[in-house]
């Protein structure tokens, strides 16, 4: 097995125990090979019978950079099997400390690759809707470089997808609130997301044409989050609320 394979390896049983691995010391990952890593890390997923679904943008708001201490964006991968259905059960015992993220999301009607201009992907977008994205990172305690976390698929591990709603006309400015059992937790705007979501879209098309990111069409992309990450607590109704757009929900420990 060649270093990259090991690392994808690693962290795929990392997420697959729940045991959390230590952030690699004396190995500085390049940020080529990280994504490597995350490519060989998704091969497994899809091996074992997932499908891409979309990708995410991590660090477009400053909220989040604060949080993690990491000052550039990156993109992961989505699979099928992350999807939390609307108003559905989490798992949490299937995570490792998961925390939530109030996020919008677009469907997208193009490959990236069959767009030559990352502004020629807004009229490509077909849908928006209200999000959250559960990320769980396989480094205990959160703790990682920029190179560690894109080898760990940027802590993709859930996310939640309301109603797809027509694109209105503005989505620069819309408030968005996280809620637990109606109690408000995270409050922002998706101007915290790059002034716009529009622009962590060219973003997501950038990063991904330079690290061979496949995102066809018909894939789902979370613009990542407007406010720093909440913990999840261990049980109760989570919910984001995206004015305009409307809400999305999952429960946890609640049978
Ligand atoms: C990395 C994921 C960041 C976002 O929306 O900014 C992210 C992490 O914080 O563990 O998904
Ligand atoms: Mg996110």
Not at 85 to 94: A, E, I, K, L, T
Not at 113 to 122: E, I, Q, T
Not at 233 to 252: D, K, Q, W
Request: charged share 20%; aromatic share 6%; proline share 7%.
């Amino acid at each position: 097995m060649d270093k990259t394979e090991e690392l994808a390896r690693w962290l795929h049983d990392a997420r697959t125990t729940r045991r959390p691995v230590p952030q690699p010391e004396g190995v500085a990952l390049d940020l080529p090979t990280a994504y490597a890593v995350q490519h060989a890390g998704v091969a497994l997923r899809l091996a074992a019978g997932e499908r891409r679904v979309g990708a995410k943008m991590g660090f477009t708001s400053r909220a989040k950079m604060a949080q993690m201490g990491v000052h550039e964006m990156i993109v992961g991968q989505l699979t099928d099997a992350m999807e939390v259905p609307d108003g559905s059960p989490f798992r949490r015992d299937g995570a490792i400390h998961p925390r939530i993220e109030p996020e919008v999301a677009f469907l997208v009607g193009r490959d990236f690759a069959d767009v030559p201009h990352a502004g020629l992907l807004r009229g490509a977008v077909e849908a928006i809707a209200p999000a959250m994205e559960i990320i769980d990172s396989r480094y205990a305690n959160f703790r990682f470089s920029l190179a560690d976390v894109v080898a760990d698929n940027t802590s993709a591990c859930g996310f939640v997808l309301g109603a797809w709603q027509p694109v209105p006309r503005e989505i620069d400015n819309l408030g968005m609130a996280l809620r637990v059992d109606g109690r408000p937790r995270q409050a922002g705007s998706s101007a915290a997301i790059l002034g716009s979501p529009w622009r962590a879209l060219d973003a997501a098309w950038r990063l991904a044409r330079r690290y061979g990111v496949s995102v066809p069409a018909g894939s789902v992309l979370l613009a990542g989050a407007a406010t720093a990450a909440e913990p999840m607590p261990e049980r109760g109704f989570v919910e984001v609320e995206v004015s305009g757009l409307g809400r999305a929900a999952f429960t946890v420990g609640i049978s």
